[in-house]
């Protein structure tokens, strides 16, 4: 029998995790399954057991799981333990191994696929919330020159910027007036909504990333107000969402695969 692994969320039917993880699979000559995984929004754990007994070998989180997931652990993964939200689970007996591949995928879309050096750059994340905190650590390990959180309610951004030991600053949108980034990350869920993270004009430095993590056909609302501020480069989270899929397939089963190509597909068909 293949080995059974899942993307459980809800919504989940729109994932392409599936297809990314059969690519992967064919690539490397692994036998395994991956199916789509609908949780009812108060039964993540029920959901989750029941995929174990039915030999499962794990899983990846997404919305509105991650929290929960962390807690449901029993071993953690540094990236995990920093993030506080897990996006990967591996069932090994009674041990739930857990990771957090966001932040890796994203670092690895930006610098091997975009070409984007983030060391001794100035970087702008938008917003506090799950998306966000996965990102954090991996994105300070590349040792920008100056990293700054900005979110609708500024609590919110300085309890998360003080969780990693004050090593980026926090506050409002209104705040960033003056202020020029290199990369400018969106991880506020505004874009699902058709919406725009209230930033002010002239955000951008010359030569600027704008990085959405959403995807979908067309540019959001971010990518269209950072073409118009004249960003040099944009980018949505498909590479993102293909490189992290990359890292729990190394996580489960020791293999990295090549994700080039199945990037390639996948925009091919994302533009169709």
């Not at 652990?73 to 990236?79: D, Q």
């Not at 897990?86 to 070409?115: C, H, P, S, W």
Request: charged share 20%.
């Amino acid at each position: 029998m293949p080995d059974l692994y899942a993307v459980i969320g809800n919504p989940v039917a729109h994932s392409k995790s599936p297809l990314i993880h059969a690519a992967f699979a064919r690539q490397t000559g692994q036998d395994l399954v991956y199916e789509r995984l609908l949780a009812p929004k108060d039964a993540f754990v029920a959901t989750a057991n029941a995929f174990r007994a039915r030999g499962g070998r794990g899983l990846n989180v997404t919305l509105p799981f991650k929290g929960e997931a962390f807690r449901y652990a029993t071993r953690l993964s540094e990236r995990a333990r920093a993030a506080q939200a897990v996006n990967a689970l591996k069932f090994e007996g009674e041990v739930i191994f857990a990771d957090n591949t966001d932040g890796a995928g994203l670092v690895n879309d930006l610098v091997r696929n975009l070409g984007c050096v983030i060391s001794g750059r100035r970087i702008l994340l938008l917003g506090a919330g799950g998306a966000a905190r996965g990102v954090i650590e991996p994105l300070l390990q590349q040792q920008p020159a100056q990293f700054v959180l900005a979110n609708r309610t500024p609590d919110r951004a300085q309890r998360l910027a003080q969780s990693f030991a004050g090593r980026l600053e926090a506050g409002t949108y209104a705040a960033l007036a003056g202020g020029r980034f290199d990369l400018v990350v969106n991880a506020t869920s505004a874009s699902l909504a058709g919406e725009l993270p209230p930033l002010p004009p002239g955000v951008f430095a010359p030569g600027a990333l704008a990085y959405d993590m959403m995807y979908g056909k067309g540019e959001t609302p971010f990518l269209a107000f950072a073409r118009g501020e004249g960003a040099a480069l944009l980018a949505d989270g498909l590479g993102m969402l293909v490189e992290q899929a990359a890292e729990s397939f190394f996580f489960w089963r020791g293999l990295r695969p090549d994700t080039a190509p199945v990037l390639q597909r996948l925009r091919q068909t994302n533009d169709a």
